[in-house]
């Protein structure tokens, strides 16, 4: 793998910047899915315990036949298993799913401010999972600047990646800066923006792949949209986490290291920013009352 498409995260583990992506997608087609995606060249997987798909991840990695330390695992803690035992137990329900023993990137997939008491005991287990060597990282999901600082009050690890919304449109310059600072990566969910959908979020949403100029540059560098906006993302230092079940989507998402963006497209880019979410935010919701439940393995 090219140089470029890697990193070392602040604890030195080495982490592919694409990664592929399977929220919304149904458990029976995510196998396929990630078959696809690994033959195409993808070599990180993201996925969650409340995507409950972690076993269509796990049947894809061993149809691909590549061997285990080849693929970069990423999943989520959801927010019904925050404590310290139970999230040492979610581990175990994710990791059975996968079929690993050793997850290379775990993260807590929302700060639920509203019980904060309970993601720092989260996060001690994921610190606990990571000194015993059961995890190779760890990180965090959707957290602003101010949750950090909460988090950073007792933790003793600093999260090696905070994944977050970001796109043309949501850009989160506090958010990046913040992570900057702390040496967190910052990894994109909804990367290329308007695709990813949440039922009662950003109804007015517009796609930034319609946005004129997302297509004057592709025009100009004879790329799609996405594959912009993709670039944008590796040159500005951050993980993608782009999604889709059709074979030439994950194939042209892939496809993004043979041209490079000029600082002024970069700059264009950065300013299409609207400063507006299109999925929650993770200080106005309560995720623990959302309807999410996720079965034992």
Same mark, same amino acid.
């Given at each position: 793998?090219?140089?470029?498409?890697?990193?070392?995260?602040?604890?030195?583990?080495?982490?592919?910047?694409?990664?592929?992506?399977?929220?919304?997608?149904?458990?029976?087609?995510?196998?396929?899915?990630?078959? /696809?995606?690994?033959?195409?060249?993808?070599?990180?997987?993201? /996925?969650?315990?409340?995507?409950?798909?972690?076993?269509? &991840?796990? *049947?894809?990695?061993?149809?691909?036949?590549?061997?285990?330390?080849? &693929?970069?695992?990423?999943?989520?803690?959801?927010?019904? +298993?925050?404590?310290?035992?139970?999230?040492?137990?979610?581990?175990? /329900?994710?990791?059975?799913?996968?079929? &690993?023993?050793?997850?290379?990137?775990?993260?807590?997939?929302?700060?639920?401010?509203?019980?904060?008491?309970?993601?720092?005991?989260?996060?001690?287990?994921?610190?606990?999972?990571?000194? +015993?060597?059961?995890?190779?990282?760890?990180?965090?999901?959707?957290?602003?600047?101010?949750?950090?600082?909460?988090?950073?009050?007792?933790?003793?690890?600093? !999260?090696? &990646?905070?994944?977050? *919304?970001?796109? !043309?449109?949501?850009?989160?310059?506090?958010?990046?800066?913040?992570d900057t600072r702390r040496g967190i990566l910052t990894q994109a969910w909804s990367p290329i923006g308007?695709?990813? =959908?949440? !039922?009662?979020?950003?109804?007015?949403?517009?796609?930034?792949?319609?946005?004129?100029?997302?297509?004057?540059?592709?025009?100009?560098?004879?790329k799609s949209p996405a594959q912009v906006l993709l670039r944008w993302h590796l040159q500005q230092g951050r993980s993608a986490i782009p999604?889709?079940?059709?074979?030439?989507?994950?194939?042209?998402? =892939?496809?993004?290291?043979?041209?490079?963006?000029?600082?002024?497209?970069?700059?264009?880019?950065?300013?299409? +920013?609207?400063?507006?979410?299109?999925?929650?935010?993770? +200080?106005?919701?309560?995720?623990?009352?959302?309807?999410?439940?996720?079965? *034992?393995?």
């Amino acid at each position: 793998m090219s140089a470029e498409a890697i990193i070392a995260l602040n604890n030195g583990v080495v982490m592919p910047l694409r990664g592929f992506g399977v929220f919304q997608t149904p458990p029976g087609a995510t196998a396929a899915a990630v078959e /696809t995606a690994l033959a195409t060249g993808y070599r990180h997987i993201d /996925t969650a315990a409340a995507y409950r798909n972690e076993q269509g &991840v796990g *049947e894809g990695w061993r149809r691909s036949g590549l061997a285990r330390e080849d &693929v970069f695992l990423e999943t989520k803690v959801w927010v019904s +298993d925050y404590g310290y035992e139970q999230t040492l137990h979610a581990f175990d /329900t994710s990791a059975a799913k996968l079929g &690993v023993d050793v997850i290379d990137l775990l993260i807590l997939h929302q700060p639920m401010p509203q019980h904060f008491a309970r993601t720092r005991e989260a996060y001690r287990a994921l610190e606990r999972l990571l000194a +015993d060597g059961r995890v190779r990282a760890i990180g965090v999901s959707n957290f602003l600047p101010h949750h950090l600082d909460a988090l950073l009050e007792s933790a003793s690890v600093v !999260p090696a &990646v905070n994944q977050v *919304e970001l796109h !043309p449109y949501f850009t989160q310059p506090a958010v990046q800066a913040a992570d900057t600072r702390r040496g967190i990566l910052t990894q994109a969910w909804s990367p290329i923006g308007g695709i990813t =959908f949440y !039922p009662g979020y950003g109804e007015d949403r517009r796609s930034v792949l319609d946005d004129r100029t997302v297509q004057d540059i592709a025009a100009r560098v004879a790329k799609s949209p996405a594959q912009v906006l993709l670039r944008w993302h590796l040159q500005q230092g951050r993980s993608a986490i782009p999604k889709s079940t059709h074979p030439g989507r994950i194939a042209e998402n =892939f496809d993004i290291l043979d041209f490079a963006l000029s600082p002024e497209d970069l700059s264009r880019l950065d300013a299409l +920013d609207t400063g507006r979410r299109g999925g929650p935010d993770p +200080d106005a919701v309560d995720p623990s009352t959302w309807d999410v439940v996720v079965p *034992e393995a």
